[in-house]
C-alpha cells in the first residue's frame, strides 16, 4: 500500500490496493523527509455502466427496501464511511481513490423513469443517499440528484432523503411540494458540533452550524426534517450526543436516530490510520471502546447487532441518546420512512399505453 499521506482536503492518510488486485503495495521508508502536506488532489469523473439504479435489500435491520447512489464513491471523504470498501469492486483503493475517483450515470433519471414505468413496480419509499451523499460536491455542477427528484416529484414517488450537505437547499422547490402530499422526509446527519474535529473527519461536508441550519431552513419550509447523529464514535464525538440533539430540536427537527460507528473491511485500517494521524494521544482509547461495543473486534457485521454495537458501553451509548431524545420529543425516528405511496402516477414513456384512469 501507499504510505501515510495528508493530502489537502481529503479524510483518508493511505491508499490501499483494491483487496481483488492481483498485486499489493507496500510503503518504504529510504530516509527522505516526507511533506507533511502534499497537494490537493482533484477530482476525477468516470461513468457508471451498471445496468441497473434501483438498489433493494432485505436487511431486517434498515427500514428501507429500495434506495438510489446517484454517485460511487464520495468527495466529502468522511474517513468512517462504509461504502469506502464498495471501491475494491471496482479494481480502485476504499482509500483516497474512494474521495477522488468518482463515477455517476448521465442517464439515470430515463433509467429511472424506465424503472418506475414497469407494470410490475410497486412503490415505497426510495432512499437517495443510503451509501454516499446525494448532494456531495460535484452534484452542484452534475444536477444528476435534482434529476432523480424531478423524476420522483413528477411521478407522486415518496423519497427520503439523507445528507451532511447544505445543497439540498437548492432543491425547496421540489422538496416542498412533495412534503405537503406527504412524499418527502430528510434526514441530515451530524456527526460532532467541533468544526476543528469536523474538518479532519468529514473534509469536505458542510460546517456542523451549516447543517443545523439546514434544519432550521428545511422546517421553516415545512418539510419534515429529522437528525441522524451518526456515526457516534465513543471516545471521539459522543460527548456531543445529547446538545446535537438539543440543536437539532431548537432548529425544528421532528426525530432523530444514532448509529454506532461501523469499521467494515478496509475502513478499519483507514481508521486506525487516521487516529494515529490526527488525534494519536486518543487513538488506543478511542479503538479499546469500540473493541468494547464490538465483541472485541472492530467491526460486527450481524443484523441486530451491527447498528447499535452490544456490551455496557453500547448500551450506555444507546441510554443516553433514548433518553435525550424522548425529552426532546425526538423519539420518532420511524415516521421518516413511512411516507405517502398511494399518490403514485406511472410515468408514462413515448409509445407506452396508457393508463386507464389517468
Request: charged share 25%.
Amino acid at each position: 500500500m501507499t504510505g501515510p499521506t495528508k493530502p489537502a482536503g481529503r479524510g483518508a492518510t493511505l491508499n490501499p490496493d483494491s483487496r481483488y488486485s492481483a498485486e499489493r503495495r507496500e510503503a518504504e521508508d529510504d530516509g527522505w523527509p516526507v511533506d507533511d502536506e502534499l497537494p490537493p488532489l482533484r477530482t476525477q469523473l468516470g461513468v457508471d455502466t451498471s445496468r441497473t439504479l434501483i438498489s433493494y435489500n432485505q436487511s431486517p435491520d434498515i427500514p428501507f427496501d429500495r434506495s438510489i447512489n446517484p454517485f460511487r464513491g464520495c468527495e466529502h471523504g468522511c474517513i468512517y464511511c462504509y461504502a469506502r470498501p464498495t471501491h475494491a469492486w471496482l479494481g480502485l483503493s476504499p482509500g483516497l481513490d474512494f474521495e477522488t475517483r468518482l463515477f455517476w450515470k448521465p442517464d439515470a433519471a430515463r433509467q429511472l423513469e424506465h424503472a418506475l414505468a414497469a407494470w410490475s413496480y410497486r412503490p415505497a419509499t426510495l432512499v437517495l443517499g443510503a451509501n454516499t451523499d446525494p448532494y456531495q460536491p460535484i452534484e452542484r455542477r452534475l444536477g444528476l440528484t435534482r434529476s432523480l427528484l424531478r423524476v420522483l416529484h413528477d411521478c407522486r414517488h415518496p423519497v427520503a432523503i439523507t445528507t451532511k450537505s447544505a445543497l439540498v437547499l437548492r432543491d425547496l422547490d421540489l422538496l416542498v411540494p412533495m412534503a405537503e402530499l406527504g412524499l418527502v422526509s430528510v434526514q441530515i446527519s451530524v456527526t460532532t458540533l467541533d468544526p476543528h474535529l469536523s474538518r479532519r473527519l468529514e473534509p469536505r461536508a458542510a460546517s456542523p452550524v451549516r447543517r443545523l441550519e439546514v434544519v432550521r431552513t428545511l422546517a421553516q419550509a415545512g418539510v419534515p426534517v429529522g437528525v441522524l447523529v451518526s456515526p457516534l464514535i465513543p471516545g471521539l464525538t459522543d460527548a456531543d450526543l445529547e446538545r446535537i440533539l438539543e440543536r437539532a430540536a431548537a432548529a425544528g427537527a421532528s426525530r432523530a436516530g444514532c448509529l454506532l460507528i461501523r469499521l467494515p473491511r478496509e475502513v478499519a485500517e483507514l481508521f486506525d490510520a487516521w487516529l494515529r494521524a490526527h488525534v494519536p494521544d486518543r487513538a488506543e482509547h478511542v479503538l479499546s471502546l469500540i473493541r468494547q461495543c464490538r465483541g472485541g473486534r472492530l467491526n460486527d457485521p450481524e443484523f441486530g447487532s451491527r447498528m447499535t454495537g452490544r456490551g455496557p458501553v453500547a448500551e450506555l451509548l444507546a441510554q443516553r441518546f433514548r433518553l435525550t431524545a424522548r425529552r426532546l420529543g425526538l423519539d420518532r425516528h420511524d415516521i421518516g420512512w413511512d411516507l405517502d405511496a398511494s399518490r403514485f402516477r406511472r410515468p408514462q414513456l413515448p409509445g407506452s399505453q396508457l393508463d386507464l384512469f389517468d
